[in-house]
């Protein structure tokens, strides 16, 4: 009834190009963004902030990335830990070396780090395919954790082999460090996904995004109308380089404000990886609810038994919290195996028929 | 279809559920101290008797004294697996409960200190990273907020590489000397390197670094290396599960179980018990007893476990990490009593323990009065030194029981103090603090 598309007409091709042509569609995304904006940094407490939206944000910028590769030009990561861990230390390397320079500036240098080595890291590509091209990636996770770990010229030779994000202002405003305050940190970090987000949605609509989806169906074909498989998959790699190696400098300088290689561990490539599974392969929206549920959803069953007033050992809880959380996976997969993209989908087609489904 | 609806109400509930912000109501005349412990993952073999001790000793100060000074201890265990991210959203969960919020944590992780350590000065909570966590936050003219008394791991790497002096006959004894560091990959286990590295230059012994990678449950190719290498001695920095695998397979190299020295992490129970009668011989540094015959494991016995010593024994009463735990927890007390002393006995803020924790001054007729005679060294912090440097003693595993097989043996502070003001001096550079002043 309220979510209805007859009535509206199209009169105009930017109207049919948009990304959301209807426009319920769009007063829903103007909501959450004002919501986003504007109502959870003036309500939220700090605990909610820090432990629970930024990292959302910043394992959604690395969802968007992965599910880039992943979902949309076919190709299997699992260097996604490793290509973040670049974006952090390369941030931490050059904002130490040129203290003057904006911080946001320096993210977006990282992150073309990122997709250098991206790059270097997606050359199996071109040969291999599949199960064995994760395996290939693998070792980038593996090696680019070994290196950051073992040259002491990424941190700055310090004994313990932590970086740690020094005081940067943008506009005046302190934005990492531990002066900053969560709300900032917060609000930069959501400018950052929202941009990303905007433009990968956008990406993945026109000629680049097109030639991804048709390596990734099926790469003879492609090739034979026209697709170079060799500069649409480095190309593919880059660009998801760019973006988790982006997440890895907003780990680092927005959420925990000092890092060691162990925190870009290969279980955090797993775990950007089940995002982009749960979420749906080959939709950005699929990114940001998966990123929801494998963040969210742990913090919510840590205090559910608090919420609920019961008294528990906290072995006992942490334990009933995999194990629930584990059943929860199990269980939208089967239910829904195209993830909750898909979900989402079939409520807004049962909306249009609402109240009086056929 | 039906399932599918029960999934999106599902979601629906999950995601109105997750506004949820945890509130709780505590009594207004309460100290709450929070607690980071891990019970579960690849760390509990040490992380259980360490948030054992914790919990028993904040409960026999409450049973026994009805709290510090007539203030209640509130604690509220929080599950971080050792893992930085979860410690992170543990402390800010924590960190404003009860009536004043944390007076001060400790985080039992190097990693998590390293996270909270910028933090501190902001949120005003104090650490107590009781040694461990960076060791240049000795510096108190930098590092404000933080404490790692009664030693750190420089000093004690020096005060092993004494103790193998000692053993050999002299510190020129130590020419040409192999020695192997077996560490724990991350920042907590290359903590003690540069100390390493400074005195192997000063008394011209060999040393190797060897990494374990996190967890530590695969370290074939390590053993082999030192088999290769045929070190003299060998100085282990490890941690949970890590530490019963090396020892399992420095036993099965036929490695002199006697010429392998643990750190104070890597010498309690639960890591020489799996490796059974092999692991005799096996010695470790500490700086507190060992054992459940002191004092204040009767009053334990007596006030938290009402005499029932099966199941203080059940929550590893006596243990060294359990023991570790309640030279942590009494520290901690004892900072927030000296806070008391000086702001009246109420709840304490974060503020007023850092006083505490500056100007604590644990003598040994204290100690006496604690039950804790001869169990831990007296401890006196100040304004420039949070560490105090403070003397360590080897202990050795006879394949029942740990035993003290060495004096006090005093760390190289004309060494560690140089090393650990300049780094705190670049650290300050670094993120453009402005030491203060302590004269």
């Keep these: ?358 | 279809m039906n399932i599918k609806k029960l999934a999106v109400a599902g979601l629906g509930a999950v995601a109105a559920l997750s506004g949820l912000v945890p509130t709780e109501a505590l009594a207004q005349n309460e100290q709450f101290i929070p607690m980071l412990v891990y019970r579960t993952g690849p760390y509990a073999p040490s992380g259980i008797p360490v948030a054992n001790g914790f919990r028993d000793y904040y409960t026999l100060v409450n049973n026994r004294d009805g709290g510090i000074n007539g203030v209640k201890i509130a604690f509220e265990e929080c599950e971080t697996q050792y893992n930085t991210k979860l410690g992170v959203e543990c402390y800010e969960k924590l960190k404003n409960s009860g009536p004043t919020g944390a007076s001060l944590v400790n985080p039992y992780s190097t990693g998590i200190t390293y996270q909270l350590i910028p933090k501190a000065s902001v949120d005003k909570v104090p650490i107590l990273s009781m040694g461990y966590g960076q060791t240049a936050a000795a510096d108190g003219r930098v590092f404000e907020w933080v404490f790692n008394f009664p030693t750190t791991y420089w000093s004690q790497a020096s005060a092993f590489v004494r103790y193998v002096a000692q053993q050999e006959g002299g510190l020129d004894k130590l020419k040409g000397k192999k020695i192997a560091h077996v560490h724990h990959n991350s920042a907590y286990g290359k903590e003690a390197n540069p100390t390493l590295e400074a005195l192997s230059k000063k008394y011209g012994f060999k040393l190797t670094l060897l990494a374990v990678d996190h967890p530590g449950q695969e370290q074939k190719a390590t053993w082999l290396q030192v088999r290769r290498l045929r070190p003299d001695w060998i100085f282990m920095s490890g941690w949970g599960v890590m530490n019963q695998v090396a020892i399992k397979e420095a036993a099965a190299i036929q490695f002199k179980m006697d010429h392998f020295v643990g750190n104070w992490w890597s010498g309690s129970d639960a890591d020489v018990v799996p490796a059974a009668s092999a692991a005799a011989g096996y010695k470790s540094a500490t700086f507190h007893g060992a054992g459940d015959q002191y004092q204040i494991h009767k009053e334990i016995i007596k006030y938290v476990y009402n005499g029932n010593y099966a199941k203080a024994k059940e929550n590893n009463l006596g243990e060294v990490l359990y023991n570790r735990g309640l030279v942590n927890a009494m520290f901690g007390v004892e900072a927030i009593r000296t806070a008391m002393s000086k702001y009246g006995n109420k709840p304490m803020t974060g503020e007023q323990v850092r006083w505490g924790l500056e100007n604590l001054n644990v003598t040994d007729a204290r100690l006496a009065e604690l039950g804790m005679k001869g169990f831990t060294r007296p401890v006196q912090v100040s304004c420039a030194d949070h560490e105090t440097g403070g003397p360590i003693i080897i202990q050795q595993w006879n394949g029942k029981e740990w035993n003290m097989v060495s004096d006090w043996i005093p760390t190289m502070r004309d060494v560690v103090r140089p090393m650990i003001e300049r780094t705190a001096a670049e650290y300050a550079k670094e993120n453009n603090i402005q030491p203060r002043s302590c004269t």
């Excluded at chain 1, 775990?271 to 392969?281: A, D, N, S, Y």
């Design chain 1, 1 to 358: 009834m309220l979510y209805r598309e007859s009535g509206q007409f199209k009169t105009s091709y930017e109207a049919d190009q948009a990304i959301l042509p209807i426009p319920q569609d769009r007063w829903f995304l103007m909501a959450v963004l004002l919501i986003a904006y504007l109502v959870i940094p003036a309500v939220s407490s700090e605990y909610m902030l820090q432990a629970v939206l930024i990292p959302f944000l910043v394992f959604a910028m690395a969802a968007i990335g992965l599910n880039l590769l992943l979902g949309y030009a076919g190709q299997l990561s699992l260097g996604t830990g490793g290509f973040m861990a670049v974006g952090a230390y390369m941030t931490y390397k050059m904002t130490t070396a040129w203290p003057d320079m904006d911080i946001i500036v320096v993210f977006l240098l990282s992150g073309l780090c990122a997709a250098g080595v991206g790059i270097i890291f997606g050359i199996p590509s071109l040969r291999i395919k599949g199960f064995y091209l994760a395996v290939a990636t693998l070792a980038a996770q593996f090696f680019l954790s070994w290196m950051f770990n073992k040259v002491e010229w990424f941190y700055n030779y310090n004994p313990s082999g932590t970086i740690t994000a020094p005081p940067r202002t943008v506009f005046g405003h302190v934005v990492t460090g531990p002066e900053a305050t969560a709300e900032t940190r917060y609000m930069v970090a959501l400018i950052l996904v929202t941009v990303f987000a905007l433009i990968a949605k956008n990406l993945v609509r026109g000629r680049v995004g097109r030639s991804w989806m048709a390596i990734r169906d099926m790469d003879i074909a492609a090739e034979i109308i026209g697709f170079k498989p060799y500069q649409t998959k480095l190309l593919a790699f880059a660009i998801s380089s760019f973006y988790c190696g982006i997440a890895g400098a907003m780990t680092l300088f927005l959420w925990l404000g000092s890092v060691e290689t162990e925190a870009f561990a290969i279980n955090i490539s797993f775990q950007v990886l089940f995002m982009v599974i749960i979420g749906g392969l080959g939709s950005i929206l699929g990114s940001f609810l998966g990123a929801a549920f494998i963040t969210l959803v742990p913090v919510l069953l840590t205090n559910a038994p608090q919420l609920a007033g019961l008294q528990m050992a906290t072995d006992l809880q942490k334990h009933l919290e995999v194990m629930i959380f584990g059943g929860l996976i199990i269980f939208f997969l089967i239910v829904e195996p195209h993830g909750f993209a898909r979900l989402w989908q079939i409520t807004k087609e049962k909306l249009r028929r609402w109240p009086f489904p056929y």
